[in-house]
């Protein structure tokens, strides 16, 4: 994560690295922005109507709303994390990942996370994180959000708030809100298709006569093989 402003659209250049579990939202419906921390505990509903919580107690939930909206607040284009139901992806990805891999890996370190930080909330402001101020929160959350930055102490952390900020990414942007806030216009009918766009198809020429190297690997375009 870099240490400057983020915009949304910056976004799609992490959303690469984001775990297959996004496609995997089965919870409700919501861009991750630098920490601009805005809510405390008493401003946040315990949870979203008709769902069942699976693995969060209401301690942990309340911590959890209240963090996925510092890596994803409200702006004036969208929802916040929250809004789209991020914290109940979360809680719904550690309880099918604890029944798919046949452990608690994730949970422990999801869970594990959150006690430190309420841990070192109560050791330096007397207050659940969750109950801290804003500046307090961000305090906090600065020393685990850098990686490059961190103290050695706080490897464990840092590795902790990358999963944690990575799956809140990956649920906000596979939900309805987050999907919005893209904007994403597949999966769109359209009376009249014209085709790729001639830019667009222009780039991806371009990269194939130089072996593009991304997710998938091309060979140098070989005009003479076209079909």
Not at 62 to 69: E, F, I
Not at 121 to 135: V, W, Y
Not at 139 to 165: C, G, M, N, T
């Amino acid at each position: 994560m870099p240490e400057t402003n983020v915009s949304r659209r910056g976004l799609l250049q992490i959303l690469g690295t984001v775990p297959a579990a996004a496609g995997a939202l089965r919870a409700a419906e919501p861009h991750m922005h630098p920490m601009q921390p805005q809510q405390t505990a008493a401003s946040v509903p315990l949870t979203g109507p008709g769902y069942k919580r699976q693995t969060f107690d209401d301690h942990q939930w309340q911590t959890v709303r209240v963090l996925c909206d510092l890596i994803i607040p409200k702006d004036d284009r969208s929802g916040s994390a929250t809004d789209a139901g991020v914290p109940e992806f979360l809680d719904d990805w550690i309880a099918y990942r604890a029944e798919q891999d046949g452990n608690d890996n994730l949970k422990a370190q999801i869970f594990g996370g959150l006690m430190w930080l309420d841990r070192e909330s109560n050791d330096k402001f007397q207050k659940n994180f969750a109950d801290a101020s804003p500046d307090q929160q961000k305090q906090l959350l600065d020393r685990i959000a850098y990686p490059k930055r961190a103290a050695k102490e706080d490897h464990a952390w840092v590795r902790f708030f990358s999963e944690f900020r990575s799956l809140t990414v990956g649920g906000f942007f596979s939900s309805k809100v987050g999907v919005a806030d893209l904007p994403y216009l597949g999966n769109v009918a359209v009376a009249d298709w014209k085709g790729c766009d001639p830019k667009v198809w222009a780039e991806i020429e371009n990269r194939l006569k130089n072996g593009y190297k991304g997710i998938l690997e091309a060979k140098p375009w070989n005009s003479s093989s076209q079909s």
